[in-house]
């Protein structure tokens, strides 16, 4: 397997485990903020809205 795409395999597969890595947290994390649980769900939408945007700006800009 040629190295990039064993480097792209990674990053898609940390990157798929920190967004569902969150939701068995979410609980503790809205206690901790003190917030309703969908609120906090709100931090899993911002953080995959992060990655459907940057991820298209980082390819261009690495290129």
Do not use: C
Not at 37 to 59: D, E, K, N, S, W
Request: no cysteine; hydrophobic share 60%.
């Amino acid at each position: 397997m040629p190295l990039a795409l064993l480097a792209l395999a990674i990053g898609a597969f940390g990157i798929g485990t920190t967004e569902f890595v969150i939701m068995g947290l979410l609980p503790d994390v809205a206690a901790d903020y003190g917030v309703p649980i969908p609120t906090a769900g709100l931090l899993v939408t911002g953080y995959a809205l992060g990655v459907v945007v940057g991820a298209p700006l980082m390819t261009v800009l690495g290129t």
